[in-house]
Protein backbone atom coordinates (compact mmCIF):
# COMPACT_ATOMS: atom_id res chain seq x y z
CA UNK A 1 0.00 0.00 0.00
CA UNK A 2 1.09 3.54 -1.07
CA UNK A 3 0.88 6.27 1.45
CA UNK A 4 0.79 9.98 0.16
CA UNK A 5 1.82 13.05 1.85
CA UNK A 6 1.33 17.01 -0.09
CA UNK A 7 3.02 19.93 0.31
CA UNK A 8 3.75 23.02 -1.63
CA UNK A 9 0.15 24.58 -1.23
CA UNK A 10 -0.20 28.45 -0.33
CA UNK A 11 -1.55 31.64 -1.03
CA UNK A 12 -0.40 33.43 -4.25
CA UNK A 13 -1.38 36.31 -6.46
CA UNK A 14 -3.09 35.58 -9.96
CA UNK A 15 -0.08 35.09 -12.65
CA UNK A 16 2.27 33.62 -9.99
CA UNK A 17 3.59 30.16 -10.11
CA UNK A 18 3.56 27.03 -7.12
CA UNK A 19 4.91 23.78 -7.13
CA UNK A 20 3.23 20.66 -5.90
CA UNK A 21 5.46 17.64 -4.57
CA UNK A 22 3.57 14.54 -3.39
CA UNK A 23 6.21 11.91 -1.30
CA UNK A 24 5.06 8.15 -1.17
CA UNK A 25 6.12 5.20 0.86
CA UNK A 26 6.31 2.28 -0.04
CA UNK A 27 8.42 0.50 -2.51
CA UNK A 28 6.15 -0.11 -4.94
CA UNK A 29 5.95 3.54 -6.16
CA UNK A 30 7.47 2.63 -9.26
CA UNK A 31 4.45 0.67 -10.35
CA UNK A 32 1.90 3.25 -9.47
CA UNK A 33 -0.09 5.58 -12.07
CA UNK A 34 -0.34 9.04 -10.24
CA UNK A 35 -2.40 12.04 -10.36
CA UNK A 36 -3.89 15.03 -8.81
CA UNK A 37 -7.02 16.25 -8.28
CA UNK A 38 -8.82 19.23 -6.69
CA UNK A 39 -11.32 20.17 -5.01
CA UNK A 40 -12.58 23.72 -5.24
CA UNK A 41 -14.94 25.01 -2.51
CA UNK A 42 -18.15 24.13 -3.29
CA UNK A 43 -17.36 21.87 -5.61
CA UNK A 44 -16.89 17.95 -6.76
CA UNK A 45 -13.57 16.58 -6.64
CA UNK A 46 -12.32 17.05 -10.28
CA UNK A 47 -9.23 15.23 -12.58
CA UNK A 48 -6.08 17.66 -12.86
CA UNK A 49 -3.46 15.48 -14.06
CA UNK A 50 -1.76 11.96 -14.24
CA UNK A 51 1.21 10.55 -15.01
CA UNK A 52 2.19 6.75 -15.73
CA UNK A 53 4.30 4.69 -13.51
CA UNK A 54 7.16 5.20 -15.75
CA UNK A 55 6.15 8.85 -16.16
CA UNK A 56 6.02 8.33 -20.20
CA UNK A 57 2.95 9.22 -20.56
CA UNK A 58 0.94 12.04 -19.19
CA UNK A 59 -2.47 13.76 -19.12
CA UNK A 60 -4.02 16.95 -18.38
CA UNK A 61 -7.60 18.35 -17.81
CA UNK A 62 -8.09 21.36 -20.92
CA UNK A 63 -8.54 23.98 -18.17
CA UNK A 64 -4.31 23.34 -17.06
CA UNK A 65 -3.05 22.85 -19.85
CA UNK A 66 0.15 24.78 -21.10
CA UNK A 67 0.10 26.12 -17.68
CA UNK A 68 0.29 22.78 -15.48
CA UNK A 69 3.18 19.99 -15.83
CA UNK A 70 3.50 16.65 -13.70
CA UNK A 71 6.68 14.90 -13.11
CA UNK A 72 7.91 11.93 -11.05
CA UNK A 73 10.96 10.51 -9.93
CA UNK A 74 11.12 7.13 -8.68
CA UNK A 75 14.22 7.06 -7.24
CA UNK A 76 12.86 9.54 -4.76
CA UNK A 77 9.11 8.40 -4.54
CA UNK A 78 8.26 11.93 -5.40
CA UNK A 79 5.60 13.47 -8.09
CA UNK A 80 5.44 16.86 -8.60
CA UNK A 81 2.73 19.45 -10.14
CA UNK A 82 4.61 22.75 -11.65
CA UNK A 83 2.01 25.64 -11.64
CA UNK A 84 2.43 28.57 -13.67
CA UNK A 85 0.02 31.31 -15.15
CA UNK A 86 -1.85 30.34 -11.98
CA UNK A 87 -5.72 31.85 -12.19
CA UNK A 88 -8.09 32.75 -9.13
CA UNK A 89 -10.37 29.70 -10.72
CA UNK A 90 -7.28 27.32 -9.80
CA UNK A 91 -8.05 27.69 -5.73
CA UNK A 92 -8.65 24.69 -4.36
CA UNK A 93 -7.45 21.90 -2.50
CA UNK A 94 -5.01 19.78 -4.64
CA UNK A 95 -5.01 15.91 -3.79
CA UNK A 96 -2.67 13.37 -4.56
CA UNK A 97 -3.35 9.99 -5.91
CA UNK A 98 -1.95 6.35 -6.68
CA UNK A 99 -3.34 3.36 -8.15
CA UNK A 100 -1.32 0.34 -10.08
CA UNK A 101 -4.10 0.88 -12.84
CA UNK A 102 -4.01 3.77 -15.16
CA UNK A 103 -7.31 4.03 -15.73
CA UNK A 104 -8.61 4.00 -12.12
CA UNK A 105 -5.92 7.78 -11.80
CA UNK A 106 -7.89 9.07 -14.85
CA UNK A 107 -11.40 8.25 -13.17
CA UNK A 108 -10.00 8.93 -9.59
CA UNK A 109 -11.20 5.64 -8.53
CA UNK A 110 -7.75 4.99 -6.52
CA UNK A 111 -6.41 2.61 -3.76
CA UNK A 112 -4.81 6.00 -2.21
CA UNK A 113 -4.93 9.52 -1.73
CA UNK A 114 -2.98 11.99 -0.05
CA UNK A 115 -4.70 14.55 2.88
CA UNK A 116 -4.60 17.58 0.27
CA UNK A 117 -2.97 20.91 0.32
CA UNK A 118 -4.55 24.31 -0.24
CA UNK A 119 -3.45 26.56 -2.94
CA UNK A 120 -5.37 30.15 -2.78
CA UNK A 121 -5.15 32.37 -5.84
CA UNK A 122 -6.03 35.87 -5.54
CA UNK A 123 -6.78 38.19 -8.65
Known amino acids: QVQLVESGGGSVQAGDSVRLSCAAS????????MGWFRQAPGKEREFVSAISSSGSITDYTDSVKGRFTISRDNAKNTMSLQMNSLKPEDTAVYYCAADPIWIRVRSGNVRAWGQGTLVTVSS
Open 26 to 33: GRIFSSYA
